[in-house]
């Protein structure tokens, strides 16, 4: 079962398009996660969440605690943003992380 | 500082087979991690050590073995390999378990089971 959803799945955008991915959450989490996996594989950790909204260059992500919501967001689109977007919780009780499925993001020129 | 690293990059190995991946982390962080990421599915945790000489139980552990050598090392050992450990397996340290703090992923290691 998984406790993590992300929508979209896949999702297709023109350069310079602004770009939502959003993630919902079962129960209540101490933190929430936003990762980037690129088409080599790596992983990197773009924001972590546990109130409020942060901003890093054109990327956005903000945690609706009472909602258990977040959302990714990407201003001002651009190809080299194509990679899969990964949320990740910590629940209050355990020593995890669960991750939702990705959501894959393809930037066109 | 080379982060968390991964060895080997690529596996190849018969039903039966067996096979330990390394992990060596330079951050000194306490806690080590094992994932495995399949098509389709989030990130799954095998095992995790939150601190040197500790190994608990993730959600998906039946196949496999741990060992945190030293505070720098956390391998992962397949005694007998299966098809369905096909996979990617991705090893990543943080400074405690806590969701306070980010973690920090090696580059991989895919493996295929014949």
């Known amino acids: 079962k998984n406790e993590v959803e992300q929508s979209p799945q896949n999702l297709t955008a023109q350069e310079g398009e602004f770009i939502t991915i959003n993630c919902s959450y079962s129960v209540g989490i101490s933190a929430l996660h936003w990762l980037q996996q690129h088409p080599g594989g790596g992983i990197v950790s773009l924001f972590m969440l546990s109130s409020g909204k942060k901003k890093h260059g054109r990327l956005i992500a903000t945690i609706n605690i009472q909602e258990k919501h977040s959302s990714l967001h990407i201003t001002a689109s651009h190809p080299r943003d194509s990679a899969v977007y990964i949320c990740?919780?910590?629940?209050?009780?355990?020593?995890?992380?669960?991750f939702g499925t990705g959501t894959s993001l393809t930037v066109i020129p | 500082n080379a982060g968390v690293t991964q060895t080997p990059k690529f596996q190849v190995l018969k039903t039966g087979q067996s096979m330990t991946l390394q992990c060596a982390q330079d951050m000194n962080h306490n806690s080590m991690y094992w994932y495995r990421q399949d098509p389709g599915m989030g990130l799954r945790l095998i095992y995790y050590s939150a601190s040197e000489g500790t190994t608990d139980k993730g959600e998906v552990p039946n196949g496999y073995n741990v060992s945190r050598l030293n505070k720098r090392e956390f391998s992962l050992r397949l005694e007998s390999a299966a098809p369905s450990q096909t996979s990617v397996y991705f090893c990543a340290s943080s400074e405690t378990t806590s969701g306070d703090y980010e973690q920090y992923f090696g580059p991989g290691t895919r493996l295929t089971v014949t």
């Open positions: 990740a919780v910590s629940f209050y009780t355990g020593n995890q992380f669960y």
